[in-house]
C-alpha cells in the first residue's frame, strides 16, 4: 500500500503491506533508527512519537493509519541544532544510562509537556508509564521539572 | 382452641392483602409485559452488555479493567477528564481505530470509556438496563437512539470482533453473535424496553 | 578451556597469573584441602579480583588522528555504567589532553584490543585503573621519544601539555607527530602522576556519551546495519527442557519475501527480505518440540530446599557446627527469592556478514572474544578472520555474558551470501533468559546471655549462576564443585562473631540461570540482613549499633562501620514510626565495597511505597562521583524493582509473563521520590560500583515493611 505523510517536517512516501508496524516503517525503510523497538506489544513505550502532536506507540500503529498525518520522531525534535527543552533537561540532568529506553521516554514527556506545561509529580506518575530497566527515574523526573522551567523561560 | 387461632388466622390474611397489593402496584407502575420472545431477548442482549467484554470499559472508578480476568488496566492508565486518559496518556497513544494483531491491542474507532454515569461495574444486569435507559445516565438520549447506539456504534459492536491478546490468542467473544444481539435489542425496544423483574 | 584432564597442577597456575592468591599458597592448601581452595576462590569471586591483562600496546589503545583527537579503542563495553566515562577521564590524565578531545569506541577485534574475559562484574573502572594508566602514561613517552628524534634532543627535554608536544619554541600537536611515525618505540612504564594531581579523575563530569543518546543516535546492536542486508528470524523453544524433534517447513517455504529457510541440527531460521516477513514465515513453521514433562513452579520450588544436594562449606569460622548442635535454643528463619528475568530493553541479536574471506558482525554483547572463538569455530574459520565490532548495549546485567545468537546469524549470513539480522522477539528473551536463579535459605543463630551472636549460619539453595557458562573454565568446575557466583554476597561479613559458616547447596534446575546484576548479592543479603534485624529485634537491640557490635577491627571491618554509622545518622534512622512512615536498615560488602541503606517506607493508596532510599557506599577512588551516584539510584531502584515485584513463573512446563506488565517492573510512579547517597572513599583504588548497591535494599524494605505492619515478609517478591 502506498502511504504518505510528513515526517519531521519532511514529505515521505512509502509502499509496504498496510498492517506493518510504523515502527518498522521509521526504522528500516526510513533510516531513522532514533525510535527503538523493546517490545512490540505497546507496554515498554521505547518505540514512542509523535502523530499530529500526540504520543503514540509506533509498534502497535499500522502504517496505514499514518496516511496524511504529521509524524515526529526523535531525530525531528531539535530544531535548528537546538536541543528540545526535553532533550536539554535530560543532558543537564545526566540522566541516560545505557540510554536504549531515552528516546521513548523524551518523546512521551515531549507530547506531556504540550498538555501539561507545568506537571506536578503526580501528573508525571500518571503520564509517563515507559520502561526504564536502568531504573533512571530518579533523575527522569528532577528533567522532566527542569524541562517545564526551561521551556516556560522560552515562551 | 377456635380463639387462640382468630388472630393468627386474621392477621394471614392481612398479610395477604398486603403482598397482593403490593404486587399489583408494582405492576402497576410499569404498565408493561414482558412476552416470552421479549424476555429472550432482554435475557441475550444482556448476555452481551454484562459480558466483560463491555464492563472492562464501564468502570464505576476511574480505571479501566483489561482481560479475561478483569485486572485493573496496568501501567496507571486512568480515565482522565473526559474518558480519553490523561492528557500525557490518552488511550490513543496505544489503542488505534481497530484491533491490532500483531500487538495484540485492541482497538475501534473513538477507543474510551464510558462516562461515569454509565458505569456497569458491580451493577446487576436490571440495574445496567435501567440506567442504559434513564437519560439521566445515558447522555440524554432517547429510546431510539439508544438503540441506534448499541446496534450501530462500531466501539459497541467491537465486543463481537475483539481480537488478539499479545500472545496472540483471541479475545473471548460475548456468548451471542452480533446478529443475534441486534435482533435481541430491536425485539427488546420495539416492545418498549421493558426492565423485568431481578 | 576444557582442561580437566591436564595436570591439575598447570591448569590451577595457568587461572591465577596475576591474582593475588599466592600460588604457592594454594597449592600448598590444595595439598592440604579442596575446601580451602574453594574458600580461596570464593572469597576471590566474592572480591571480583580479576586484573587485566590483555597484551596490547598503547598504540592500538589510543588512535591519534590528524586532527588531534584521541579516539579510546575500548575493549570493556558501555552498557549503561558509565564504563567509557570513566575510562576517557583516567586516560586524560597522563596523556596529558583535554578531556573533550578523547572519544571513546567499541574496540573492534580488528585492532586486536580484545577484553580477555568480559565486562561485567563491576570489574571495568577497578580492573583498568593501573593498566590504563601506565598505557596512557606509555603513550605520552612514547609521542616524546618521536618528538625527541624529530627535534634532535633527550625525551626529558620534551613537554607534552593538552595534546601539544614542545621543545624550547617548537610545537607540535600530537596528530602532526603521529603522521611523521614510521615505527613506535615502547619505553618501560613510567612512573605515574600523583593521584591528588588529576584534573579529571575525583571529579563529577557528566558523561561523555550523553549527546548520542538524547537525540536517538543509531549506537545499539539492534540499529547495526550492514548495506543489502536480509533479515532473519529463528525459531525458539517456548517450552522448558523442549528438544527439537524436526521441523515442518513447507508452508514457510513461499511466503512472501522468504528467501532461505535456513536448517541446521540445533536450529532452524528464515531469511527474509523484511523483519515482518522473516517473522511470519517463522510463525509457519511447524516444529515438533519433544519434552519430557511439563514442569510447573511448584516442583522448582521444591528443587530449592537447603538439605537437597551437596553441601559445601564457602566461608567458616571457628566451631558453627558443635555450637549449633549443643544448643538449647537455636533461632532459625527462612526465606526466599523468585526466578529473576533480566527484561533489558534492547532484545539480543546480531547482524553478520559471512564471506569466503571472513565474517564481521556486529552486535550488543559482553563478551567479545568467547563470541568470536564461538563463531569461528562454527563457521571452520581462524579467530583472526571473525570480526567482531561491539556495539553500546540497551542493556547488558549479564543477560550478554553468553551471546551464541551470532553463531546463528553468522550461519543464515553464509547460506545466504548477504549480510543477515536477527533479533529475539521479548517472548522469546523472556523464555529463553539466562535467568536469576531462585534461591532458599535457612539461617540460624545462638545469642549469648548478654544478646550478642555467638554463633550464625547461612545456608543458601540455589541454582546456579557459573556452573555451564562460557566464561568459566571447565577445569574450575570440578575443582570447586559448586557455584561461587551464587555465594556472591553469601558469606557472613561480620567476622567478630566467633562462630559461623555459609553453606551452599547448589541445585541444577531444567532452564537456564546464570548472571544477572549482582549475583547471588540481592537474595543473600535479603536474607541474612533480614535475619539480622529479627536477632536485634528479638533481643529487643537497636539494629545498626547490633551490626556495629559483630563487626571486626580490620580495614574491611572499618570501612563497613564507617558507611552503617553514616547511613544512620544521614537517614535520621530510627526503629519508631513516625507519620505512619517506617524505616528499615541493611548492609552489605560486595566486592569490596561496602554499602549501607535505610529505606523509608509508608502505605499509600493500600499500597507499599518507598519514599526515600539514604545509602552510602564506599567504593574506593570515585572516579567519577556522579556516576557513582547515578549507579547508586539505579541500583536501589533496579534492585527494589526485583525485591517488591518481580517474579517468573513456570506454567504448563512455560516461563511467563513473557511481556512487560504482567512481569511487573518498578515504573516511574514506583520509584522512591528521594534517593540520598552519600559516597565514602576508604581506599585508595577504585573497587565496585556498579553491583554493590543492589545488596541491601530487599532487606531495608522488608524491615521497615516488618515496622509498618507487624508483618515479618520473607519471600520476594515482597508485594503479591
Request: aromatic share 6%.
Amino acid at each position: 500500500m502506498n502511504i504518505s505523510f510528513t515526517i519531521n517536517g519532511q514529505p515521505a512516501q512509502v509502499d509496504v503491506p498496510e498492517d506493518t508496524p510504523m515502527l518498522w516503517v521509521i526504522r528500516d525503510v526510513l533510516n531513522l533508527q532514533g525510535t527503538k523497538f523493546g517490545c512490540g506489544k505497546a507496554a515498554c513505550g521505547a518505540c514512542t512519537i509523535h502523530v499530529d502532536g500526540d504520543a503514540v506507540r509506533s509498534c502497535a500503529f499500522s502504517a496505514k493509519f499514518a496516511d496524511g498525518k504529521d509524524i515526529t520522531t526523535i531525530e525531528g525534535l531539535s530544531s535548528d541544532g537546538k536541543l528540545h527543552p526535553v532533550q536539554q533537561a535530560w543532558v543537564d540532568e545526566v540522566v541516560p544510562q545505557c540510554g536504549y529506553c531515552q528516546p521513548g521516554f523524551i518523546m512521551a514527556t515531549a507530547a506531556m509537556l504540550d498538555k501539561i506545561p507545568n506537571p506536578t509529580d503526580e501528573d508525571i506518575d500518571d503520564n509517563i508509564v515507559n520502561v526504564c530497566r536502568c531504573a533512571t527515574y530518579y533523575r527522569m523526573r528532577k528533567a522532566i521539572h527542569k524541562a517545564a522551567e526551561i521551556s516556560n523561560e522560552n515562551i | 382452641m377456635t380463639k387462640n387461632k382468630f388472630p393468627l388466622l386474621f392477621a394471614l390474611l392481612i398479610g395477604i392483602v398486603l403482598v397482593a397489593s403490593a404486587y399489583s402496584l408494582e405492576t402497576a407502575t410499569r404498565d408493561e409485559a414482558m412476552s416470552e420472545e421479549v424476555s429472550e431477548a432482554f435475557d441475550k442482549m444482556m448476555l452481551v452488555i454484562a459480558h466483560k467484554r463491555c464492563v472492562n470499559c464501564h468502570p464505576s472508578g476511574d480505571r479501566p479493567r483489561q482481560g479475561e480476568d478483569s485486572h485493573i488496566h496496568l501501567f496507571n492508565v486512568q480515565r482522565g477528564k473526559e474518558g480519553h486518559g490523561k492528557f500525557g496518556l490518552k488511550c490513543k497513544t496505544c489503542h488505534q481505530q481497530e484491533n491490532n494483531l500483531k500487538a495484540g491491542v485492541p482497538g475501534a474507532p473513538h477507543w474510551h470509556l464510558a462516562p461515569r454515569s454509565m458505569a456497569w461495574e458491580g451493577l446487576s444486569r436490571v440495574e445496567i438496563a435501567r440506567s442504559m435507559i434513564n437519560p439521566e445516565n445515558n447522555g440524554d438520549r432517547s429510546l431510539k437512539e439508544i438503540e441506534k447506539h448499541l446496534t450501530e456504534d462500531e466501539l459497541v459492536l467491537w465486543a463481537f470482533n475483539p481480537g488478539v491478546d499479545q500472545e496472540g490468542n483471541p479475545r473471548e467473544k460475548p456468548p451471542v453473535s452480533e446478529e443475534d444481539f441486534i435482533a435481541a435489542v430491536k425485539t427488546w425496544m420495539d416492545a418498549g424496553a421493558p426492565i423485568p423483574e431481578e | 578451556m576444557n582442561n580437566s584432564k591436564n595436570k591439575k597442577g598447570v591448569t590451577r597456575r595457568k587461572f591465577l597469573i596475576g591474582s593475588s592468591i599466592g600460588v604457592g599458597v594454594l597449592l600448598g592448601a590444595g595439598y592440604l584441602s579442596r575446601n580451602l581452595i574453594r574458600r580461596y576462590i570464593a572469597s576471590m569471586v566474592n572480591e571480583a579480583d580479576m586484573p587485566y591483562n590483555n597484551n596490547v600496546g598503547p598504540s592500538v589503545w589510543f588512535e591519534i588522528t590528524a586532527d588531534n583527537k584521541i579516539i579510546l579503542h575500548s575493549p570493556k563495553v558501555e552498557m549503561g555504567q558509565g564504563t567509557f566515562t570513566g575510562l576517557a577521564q583516567i586516560a586524560a590524565e597522563e596523556l596529558e589532553v583535554d578531556l573533550s578531545n578523547i572519544n571513546v569506541v567499541h574496540a573492534s577485534t580488528a585492532t586486536s584490543n580484545i577484553d580477555p574475559f568480559a565486562t561485567g562484574g563491576s570489574t571495568s573502572i577497578s580492573g583498568l585503573w593501573q593498566p590504563l594508566r601506565e598505557l596512557a602514561a606509555t603513550m605520552r613517552e612514547m609521542l616524546k621519544i618521536q618528538a625527541a628524534q624529530i627535534w634532535d634532543t633527550e625525551r626529558s627535554s620534551i613537554s607534552a601539555a593538552d595534546g601539544q608536544l614542545s621543545f624550547g619554541s617548537k610545537s607540535m600537536s600530537y596528530g602532526e607527530l603521529v603522521a611523521q611515525v614510521k615505527e613506535w618505540e615502547v619505553p618501560d612504564t613510567p612512573p605515574l602522576k600523583d593521584v591528588s594531581s588529576y584534573k579529571y579523575v575525583g571529579k563529577p563530569i557528566p558523561r561523555i556519551d550523553l549527546m548520542d543518546k538524547v537525540i536517538g543516535a543509531p549506537i545499539f546492536g539492534m540499529d547495526a546495519t550492514m548495506p543489502d542486508m536480509l533479515y532473519g528470524a529463528v525459531v525458539r523453544p517456548d517450552r522448558i527442557g523442549a528438544t527439537f524433534g524436526g521441523a515442518d517447513v513447507s508452508a514457510a517455504r513461499d511466503m512472501p519475501g522468504v528467501v532461505k529457510i535456513v536448517e541446521e541440527e540445533d536450529f532452524i531460521g528464515v531469511v527474509a527480505t523484511s523483519r515482518m516477513a522473516a517473522e511470519e514465515a517463522k510463525n509457519a513453521i511447524k516444529v515438533d518440540w519433544k519434552t519430557d514433562k511439563n514442569w510447573t513452579s511448584a516442583e522448582i520450588v521444591e528443587m530449592l530446599e537447603v538439605g537437597q544436594g551437596n553441601p559445601i562449606v564457602i566461608q567458616k569460622q571457628g566451631d558453627p557446627a558443635d555450637h549449633i548442635e549443643d544448643s538449647q535454643q537455636v533461632i532459625t528463619a527462612e526465606y526466599r527469592s523468585p526466578i529473576g528475568a533480566h527484561a533489558q530493553i534492547e532484545p539480543n541479536g546480531s547482524v553478520s556478514s559471512v564471506t569466503d574471506e571472513g565474517a564481521t558482525i556486529k552486535m550488543s554483547t559482553q563478551v567479545v572474544k568467547i563470541t568470536r572463538k564461538e563463531v569461528a569455530k562454527r563457521l571452520g574459520m581462524d579467530e583472526e578472520d571473525v570480526v567482531i565490532e561491539p556495539t553500546y548495549l540497551g542493556g547488558g546485567f549479564g543477560r550478554r555474558l553468553h551471546t551464541p545468537n551470532a553463531i546463528q546469524t553468522a550461519v543464515m549470513s553464509k547460506a545466504v551470501g548477504k549480510p543477515v539480522a536477527s533479533f529475539y522477539t521479548r517472548k522469546e528473551e523472556f523464555q529463553n533468559d539466562t535467568f536469576r536463579p531462585p534461591t532458599h535459605h535457612v539461617l540460624k543463630a545462638v545469642m549469648t546471655e548478654d544478646g550478642k551472636i555467638d554463633t550464625i549460619e547461612h545456608n543458601v539453595s540455589s541454582g546456579d549462576v557459573m556452573f555451564g557458562s562460557a566464561l568459566v573454565p571447565g577445569f574450575v568446575q570440578p575443582v570447586v564443585g559448586a557455584d561461587v557466583g551464587a555465594w556472591r554476597g553469601g558469606m557472613i561479613q561480620y567476622e567478630a562473631i566467633p562462630n559461623f559458616h555459609a553453606i551452599s547447596w547448589r541445585v541444577k534446575l531444567p532452564f537456564a540461570t546464570s548472571w544477572w546484576r549482582s549475583l547471588g548479592l540481592l537474595a543473600n543479603t535479603f536474607a541474612i540482613e533480614c535475619f539480622l534485624d529479627e536477632l536485634a529485634v528479638q533481643t529487643k537491640q537497636d539494629p545498626v549499633q547490633f551490626r556495629l557490635d559483630h563487626i571486626q577491627d580490620d580495614d574491611r571491618g572499618y570501612r563497613l562501620k564507617e558507611v552503617i554509622k553514616a547511613a544512620a545518622k544521614r537517614a535520621g534512622y530510627r526503629d519508631e514510626v513516625v507519620d505512619g512512615v517506617a524505616m528499615g536498615f541493611a548492609a552489605s560488602t560486595d566486592a569490596n565495597t561496602p554499602v549501607a541503606q535505610v529505606a523509608a517506607v509508608a502505605i499509600v493508596d493500600d499500597e507499599i511505597k518507598v519514599l526515600k532510599v539514604t545509602c552510602v557506599i564506599d567504593p574506593g577512588l570515585a572516579v567519577n562521583p556522579d556516576q557513582v551516584r547515578a549507579q547508586c539510584e539505579g541500583s536501589i531502584i533496579m534492585g527494589m524493582s526485583a525485591a517488591m515485584y518481580e517474579k517468573m513463573e513456570v506454567v504448563d512446563g512455560q516461563l511467563y509473563p513473557v511481556i512487560y506488565g504482567p512481569y511487573r517492573m518498578a515504573l516511574m510512579k514506583d520509584a522512591p521520590k528521594k534517593i540520598d547517597v552519600e559516597i565514602l572513599q576508604n581506599a585508595e583504588t577504585p573497587g565496585a560500583v556498579g553491583e554493590p548497591p543492589l545488596g541491601p535494599i530487599g532487606a531495608a524494605i522488608a524491615n521497615a515493611i516488618f515496622r509498618l505492619t507487624g508483618e515479618r515478609r520473607r519471600e520476594m517478591p515482597l508485594v503479591k
